[in-house]
T-cell receptor, first 114, second 115 residues
Framework: DQQVKQNSPSLSVQEGRISILNCDYT??????FLWYKKYPAEGPTFLIS?????DKNEDGRFTVFLNKSAKHLSLHIVPSQPGDSAVYFC?????????????FGTGTRLQVTL | KAGVTQTPRYLIKTRGQQVTLSCSPISGHRSVSWYQQTPGQGLQFLFEYFSETQRNKGNFPGRFSGRQFSNSRSEMNVSTLELGDSALYLC??????????????FGQGTRLTVV
């Protein structure tokens, strides 16, 4: 049962344009969401996060939007740069007492072309 | 400040063997989680350790086990290896479990190949 879904396995965007990566979740207990970026042969790198009490969080070129009623979040990258080409994972967390775990989507491979 | 260190980086094992992977978290971090990454499956949670105690466990068979030491370093062990265990095993550390700031910092992973 995939509780976090990234339905687009890949996305290609021209340099300078906006990249929009989408993520849907099914578990209403999730209350913290994160985006990670992963280059080949490296571990995922934390990019940006959002708490369920917010609907938007911005950090430089990266903005994450959360729509709780639709159980949907998206990552916007503006403007897209070639160095942004990587696999992006959406992750969600639900606090379970003193422990928490991240549930990841299957990733979206972003290719930023010149 | 050193990042998360995983050893070894690459490993080739034969079916039926067992393997132990090591993870040293960022200094001061007390929570260590393990994930398995396979093509098409994304990152799947294996288990989380905090203060030497397993706090959370994913849906993996009992052949997968782990432990955490008093210095927060963690090891995971896979016994009776199967071909399907071939994957990138990632370790992540975070300051503590159950806090709002749950950003996890990942190591580069151990690429395990079972032949």
């Amino acid at each position: 049962d995939q509780q976090v879904k990234q339905n687009s396995p890949s996305l290609s965007v021209q340099e300078g344009r906006i990249s929009i990566l989408n993520c849907d979740y099914t578990n209403s207990m999730f209350d913290y969401f994160l985006w990670y970026k992963k280059y080949p042969a490296e571990g995922p790198t934390f990019l940006i996060s959002i708490s369920s009490i917010k609907d938007k969080n911005e950090d430089g070129r990266f903005t994450v939007f959360l729509n709780k009623s639709a159980k949907h979040l998206s990552l916007h990258i503006v403007p897209s740069q070639p160095g942004d080409s990587a696999v992006y994972f959406c992750a969600a967390s639900a606090f379970t007492g003193t422990a928490s775990k991240l549930t990841f989507g299957t990733g979206t491979r972003l290719q930023v072309t010149l | 400040k050193a990042g998360v260190t995983q050893t070894p980086r690459y490993l080739i094992k034969t079916r039926g063997q067992q393997v132990t992977l090591s993870c040293s978290p960022i200094s001061g971090h007390r929570s260590v989680s393990w994930y398995q990454q396979t093509p098409g499956q994304g990152l799947q949670f294996l288990f989380e350790y905090f203060s030497e105690t397993q706090r959370n466990k994913g849906n993996f068979p009992g052949r997968f086990s782990g432990r955490q030491f008093s210095n927060s370093r963690s090891e995971m062990n896979v016994s009776t290896l199967e071909l399907g265990d071939s994957a990138l095993y990632l370790c992540a550390s975070s300051l503590a479990a159950g806090q709002l700031n749950t950003e996890a910092f990942f190591g580069q992973g151990t690429r395990l190949t079972v032949v």
